[in-house]
C-alpha cells in the first residue's frame, strides 16, 4: 500500500513509502493514508501523528501518470477515499499533525502543510504547487490555508508561479517552522512530537480544536471553489497538454492553445 506505520511515545509515524515514484500519491496510497489518520484520530494510544516521506522525496503529489488515466480513460475504477477522502481526513484530523518534509514536496506534497500543526523541512528540501504547470487549479484549501499562512503575495508566488520554494524561503515565507540539516530532521521532529504527545491527549484535542473551529467554514468553501475550478479544467485543453506531454517525456507548449486556455 505504499505506508509505513510505526507507534512510539505515543507518536504515530506514518512514512509515505512509494521511493521508486518519489512518493506520489496513486489511488491506494490516498486510501492508505486516509484510513491512517482516521484510526489515529479515533485511537485513545496516538497523541500526535508524524508524516514524513522515504527516500529522497516528501511526495511528488497526484500520481500523475495514474491521473491521466483518470482523465481519459472512463472504466477507471477510484478508491474508496481517494484524493478528497484524504483533504476530508486532514481537515477533521482532531490532534496535532507533525510534518517533516526530507525532500521534494509538490501538490499535496505541499498542500498538505496547511494542515500541519508544525512542520520541519529538510535544508535539501524544496516545495512546489505545479498547479498552473498542469493546467488545474489548486487544491487541499490551499487558495484559503496558504495566504493565511504566509501572507497574500507569498501565496500568490507559489500558486500562480508553479516554481521551486527552497527550504529558506519556506521558513522565511511562514510555511515551515524550522528547518534542520537531513540528518537532524527526523530526531528534530520527533522530539517535537514527543514533547506534545506527553500531554493529556483531551487537551491537545482541546487547543487544537479551538484554534481550526473558525476555519473550517474558509476551509470547506475553498475546497468547494477549488473542486469546481479543477473539474471544469482537468481534462480541458490546457490539462490535456500537461499530461500528454509528462507522458511523452517532454515540456508542455501552452502556446497553441484556444484562446482563453
Known sequence: MGLLVDDSSR????????????????????????????????????AVVLLT???RAFSAGTDLLEMHRMATDP?????????????????????????????????????VLGFADLAFMSTTA?????????????????????PRLMGRQNAAWMLLSAEWISAEQARDMGLVWQVCEPDELLPTARRHAEALAARP??????????????????IAAARERENACFAELMGGPANLEALTAFAEGREPDFTGLPAGW
Do not use: W
Not at 490532534?95 to 506534497?109: D, E, H, R, S, T
Not at 484549501?141 to 496558504?146: D, G, I
Open 11 to 46: 507518536v504515530r509515524t506514518l512514512t509515505l513509502d512509494r521511493p521508486e515514484a518519489l512518493n506520489a500519491f496513486d489511488e491506494a496510497l490516498y486510501d492508505a493514508t486516509a484510513e491512517a489518520l482516521l484510526e489515529a484520530a479515533d485511537d485513545p494510544t496516538v
Open 53 to 55: 516521506g522515504s527516500g
Open 75 to 111: 472504466t477507471f475504477v477510484r478508491g474508496k477515499h481517494g484524493f478528497i477522502g484524504l483533504v476530508d481526513a486532514l481537515a477533521s484530523f482532531p490532534k496535532p499533525l507533525v510534518c517533516a518534509v526530507n525532500g521534494i514536496g509538490l501538490g499535496i506534497g505541499a498542500t
Open 126 to 146: 524544496r516545495l512546489k504547487c505545479p498547479f498552473t504547470s498542469l493546467g488545474v487549479a489548486p487544491e487541499a484549501a490551499s487558495s484559503y490555508l496558504l
Open 201 to 218: 491527549i483531551s487537551s491537545l484535542k482541546a487547543v487544537k480544536q479551538t484554534m481550526t473551529a473558525p476555519l473550517r467554514d474558509g
